[in-house]
Structures are given as structure tokens and as C-alpha cells.
């Protein structure tokens, strides 16, 4: 046993500490692109082991990586520069429910749906549903500022955050926030440290707001000959003053990955729309037949909605397959996570749409788009085969045309799957003072950066991206 081991196992326990080679290499893996493996994976149980392991990572200067479930699609829980994964998933405690207060506590590796499991008796849930909700934790939901399919109507992760506790770099162990509803009482720490991935401190505990569930829903599926009238249907839909809970769109190219892959049979049309009210059934009614008008007004070659909830989830089957759909589209291609988070001004969808084919016909390339475009988020896949140089080439000038595009149109490189280290170089691209003061920030709480170092762009930007799919690319 090496120093480090004996000391952390001092800690958690030596059946909490792991150097087992195959260990390591399963934690190597996120759900991006990259790989690299951490020297040693730690498992604590409570806040008083992580305040523990990180004073002695500080006082040694080993990186430490907090990992949740590992599903980050931009590597962000993958340790760079070796060192401590942190695996936060024995903290899976619900400590506190007090629905009337509209607030549980709980420990951060708790996994979504379990949480909203738990929830769902007492009438509640907590609903940024993202579209790995079974396996990730609440903890990386947390530090990404994750959203999903609801963001349109109920909001991100960071607007259900009231209060955290949090193990700084030095060990300290801090509260910030309240149980309460609103506060407004000095700096918005919560906020800070919601999206820091990890780069500011270790969150042991999250007091989260929660929301009433909806008891009735209607969802409906229309088909565009014309990606571009879909798109256009969206900001139709908010100016109208229509609020769905769910407004995602899929092109011709996500739509042929999942009925190749689920038989589906949806119209390979150039674009799909789901809408999906929730609510009191009057209202959700009411807004159904408006937004069927609005929405005919484009045209489409289908409209059609249900309340019948296995007809909405047939929907919906199809909208949450795409992201492992893709990948069997074409034999050969692989679909690769380059730029695939870009969010705009909701009307600006429609340009987004559009450069996004121009880019993809220019450079070669197959790009299925979908996402979100409800709040203007959207996601596209690369689909390319990644044994050819070439090919990685000009999926990363198609990257950077995609990124300057949506930065030129009012928009931002990720809605909600962070920065990590696939965005990390392109963080000048959208913030220039910005980003001079978040390091101030990162230096000023980590001045030993060992909080998952190399990750949004925080120090050194690396130059070239190890990708586990044969090339290392940006050069
Ligand atoms: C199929 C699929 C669908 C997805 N759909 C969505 C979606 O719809 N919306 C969306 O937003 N994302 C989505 N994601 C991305 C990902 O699931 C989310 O970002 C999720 O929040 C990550 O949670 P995790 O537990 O896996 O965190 P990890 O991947 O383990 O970690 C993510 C980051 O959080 C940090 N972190 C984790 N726990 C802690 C902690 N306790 N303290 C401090 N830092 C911590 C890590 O260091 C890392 O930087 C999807 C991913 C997949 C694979």
C-alpha cells in the first residue's frame, strides 16, 4: 500500500479506497469523448470524511475530481492530471422532507429519479428532468446546472438550489443559502457555486426547492416538411403567450436513428415537434387547441395529440432515444459530443437550424440536431467515422463555425451540460472580462488548484484533445 492509500483508508476505510487497476480504468469514462484515469478512487460517507480527504489532498497537492453517477458528456469528472476520484455516490441520503415548506435535504450522490420516487406519494417532485434522470446524481446536477425537457416552463437545477453545504479546497466545511423560498441576503454563494463543476468545492448536501406534481398532461406530435417552419412554430408558440412544459424538436436525421433503432414508424419528415402541456386539464385543454392552430399555421403533414398517457409516452419515446439512437444511423459512423449544447434567444432558433445544415453540408458532414427548443437549446450529434483524420478535422472547424454562430446570434456554448473540458478552449469565445474574473475566483478559493483542475478553461487550456475514439484533435 503507497502513502496516499494508507492515508485515505485511515480516513473511509480501506474497502473505500481503490488502485485496482480495472477500478480505475471503469472510472476513466464519462459520457464524453476523452479518457483518463485518476490514480485512486475514494468513497466517503459522510461530510467530516470528504472535509478530511480534501484537507490532506490540499496540504499534498493532489488533484481531486468529485464524481457523481459519471454521465457529464464534456469529461468533466475525468482526472486530467491523475489523483483523487471522489465517488460521491454513498452520500445518497434523503435527510429532510418538508413538502410544506417546499423543500427536502439531501446528500449528493442521491440519483434524480429516486429522489423524485420518493417525492411522488406526498403529490411533489423536483423537475429539471434531464435525460439521464435513472442514473445521474443530484450532486452533478447540481454543480453542471443541469435542465432537461421542463426547463421551458419549470426552470434549471440552480433555480431549485436554496441551499448547499459545501467542503472548500482547505477543508472548511461551509452553509450558504437558506430553507427558505427567497433570500436576499448578501452574496448569492448557491449561484457560485451551481455550475462550478466541481472546480470550487466538494457539495455534500443540497437543500432543494420542490415543486407540486402536475396530475394531467397532453402531449402532441407535429410533423414539418420544412425544419426551418418548425423552427419558426416555436417563437410562434411563446409570443402567443402559450407556456408548455415540454417543446423539443428533432430533425430528418435524429428521426431516422430512432426508427432505424425502435421501429417506431415516425414520418421522416425534415422536423418534428412535441409539444406537451401540464396543468389543470381546462387550461391544458384550452392551450392545446391554440397551440394546434398555431402550429397549423406552418403547415404541418401531421398534428396529433393525447392525453392518454401511453400514447404520450410513445411520444416521447422516440425524442428520448435519439441521443443512443444515433450511433447506429450509419454503419461505420460513430456519433460524436463535439459542439452539442449551443443555446440562443428562442426566436433565433430558426437562424441556429439553419446555419447548423449550411455548416454540415460545407464541411461533409452528417449533424442530427434536436434538443430543447422551447428555451432555445440546442443539441446536435456529428456523425462521422472517427478512424479517419480528415473526418476529425472537419468536425472541429464545423465546431467552431457552430460556436461563433450561436455566440453571434445572443447565445451561450452550453444550456445545460457545462463546460468541462471538451468546451474548455472556447470559453474566450463568449466571455472576455468574464472569465478573467471567474479565475480570480477559482485562484482566491483554490489556491492550489486542486479541484478538478483543466476543466472550464480555469488554467492552462490544452492545446490538443485526447479523444478515446483514436485522434487527438484541435491541433
Ligand atoms: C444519455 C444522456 C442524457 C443526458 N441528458 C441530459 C439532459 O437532458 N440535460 C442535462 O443537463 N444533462 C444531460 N446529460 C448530462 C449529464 O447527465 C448531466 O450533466 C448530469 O447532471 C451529470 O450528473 P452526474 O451525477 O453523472 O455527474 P458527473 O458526470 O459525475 O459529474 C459532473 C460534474 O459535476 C461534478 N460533481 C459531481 N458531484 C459533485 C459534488 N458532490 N460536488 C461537486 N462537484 C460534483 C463533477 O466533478 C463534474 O464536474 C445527459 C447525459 C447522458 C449520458
Redesign the pocket.
Known amino acids: 500500500m503507497r502513502g496516499y492509500e494508507r492515508a485515505l483508508a485511515r480516513i473511509v476505510g480501506k474497502d473505500n479506497v481503490s488502485t485496482d487497476k480495472a477500478e480505475l480504468f471503469c472510472y476513466s469514462f464519462?459520457?464524453s469523448i476523452h479518457t483518463s484515469a485518476p490514480n485512486v478512487v475514494v468513497r466517503p460517507s459522510n461530510t467530516k470524511e470528504v472535509s478530511e480527504i480534501v484537507r490532506y489532498a490540499n496540504r499534498k497537492q493532489i488533484p481531486i475530481?468529485?464524481?457523481?453517477?459519471?454521465?457529464?458528456?464534456c469529461g468533466?469528472?475525468l482526472a486530467w492530471n491523475g489523483g483523487i476520484v471522489l465517488d460521491?455516490t454513498r452520500m445518497n441520503h434523503i435527510s429532510e422532507t418538508h413538502v410544506e415548506d417546499l423543500y427536502v435535504v439531501v446528500g449528493?450522490?442521491i440519483v434524480y429519479s429516486t429522489l423524485n420516487a420518493a417525492l411522488k406519494p406526498l403529490g411533489f417532485f423536483f423537475p429539471p428532468e434531464?435525460?439521464?434522470a435513472d442514473?445521474?446524481?443530484i450532486?452533478?446536477?447540481?454543480?453542471?446546472n443541469?435542465?432537461?425537457?421542463k426547463a421551458i416552463k419549470y426552470g434549471a437545477t440552480r433555480d431549485y438550489v436554496l441551499g448547499l453545504e459545501v467542503v472548500l479546497s482547505n477543508g472548511t466545511i461551509l452553509k450558504t443559502g437558506s430553507r427558505t423560498i427567497k433570500n436576499s441576503s448578501g452574496y448569492q454563494l448557491c449561484r457560485l457555486f451551481t455550475g462550478?463543476?466541481?472546480t470550487l468545492?466538494?457539495?455534500?448536501e443540497v437543500t432543494l426547492k420542490v415543486a407540486p406534481l402536475p396530475t394531467y398532461s397532453s402531449t402532441a406530435i407535429v410533423a414539418y416538411d420544412d425544419l426551418q417552419a418548425a423552427g419558426r412554430t416555436v417563437a410562434d408558440l411563446i409570443r402567443c403567450r402559450l407556456l408548455p412544459a415540454a417543446l423539443e424538436i428533432m430533425d430528418r436525421t435524429c428521426i431516422q436513428a430512432v426508427n432505424k433503432s425502435l421501429k417506431l414508424g415516425l414520418p421522416e419528415v425534415e422536423g418534428i415537434l412535441i409539444v406537451e402541456f401540464d396543468g389543470h386539464p381546462d387550461a391544458v385543454r384550452d392551450d392545446m387547441r391554440k397551440a394546434e392552430g398555431i402550429c397549423r399555421a406552418e403547415n404541418p403533414t401531421l398534428f396529433s395529440s393525447s392525453d392518454d398517457p401511453a400514447e404520450e409516452e410513445r411520444i416521447w419515446a422516440g425524442r428520448k432515444a435519439v441521443?443512443?439512437s444515433m450511433s447506429r444511423l450509419k454503419g461505420g459512423a460513430v456519433s460524436v459530443s463535439v459542439a452539442e449544447d449551443m443555446i440562443v434567444p428562442i426566436s433565433n432558433i430558426p437562424k441556429l437550424i439553419g446555419a447548423i445544415s449550411r455548416i454540415a453540408k460545407k464541411r461533409g458532414l452528417v449533424i442530427g440536431t434536436y434538443g430543447h427548443c422551447g428555451d432555445g437549446n440546442l443539441h446536435t450529434k456529428v456523425l462521422f467515422d472517427v478512424r479517419k483524420k480528415d473526418a476529425w478535422t472537419r468536425a472541429w472547424k464545423a465546431c467552431l463555425e457552430i460556436y461563433g454562430k450561436c455566440i453571434s446570434l445572443g447565445g451561450s456554448l452550453a444550456g445545460?451540460?457545462?463546460i468541462?473540458y471538451t468546451r474548455a478552449p472556447f470559453m474566450r469565445m463568449e466571455h472576455k472580462a468574464e472569465l478573467d474574473l471567474m479565475r480570480t475566483i477559482k485562484m482566491a478559493l483554490d489556491p492550489n488548484n486542486i479541484m478538478?483542475p483543466g476543466?472550464l478553461s480555469l488554467d492552462s487550456v490544452p492545446k490538443t484533445f485526447v479523444t478515446r475514439l483514436r485522434y487527438p484533435v484541435g491541433d
Open positions: 464519462d459520457a475530481v468529485p464524481r457523481g453517477a459519471g454521465t457529464a458528456l468533466h469528472s460521491m449528493p450522490g434531464p435525460g439521464s442514473v445521474c446524481t450532486g452533478g446536477m447540481v454543480a453542471v443541469a435542465s432537461g425537457t462550478s463543476e466541481g468545492g466538494v457539495i455534500t441521443l443512443p445545460e451540460h457545462g468541462g478538478n476543466k
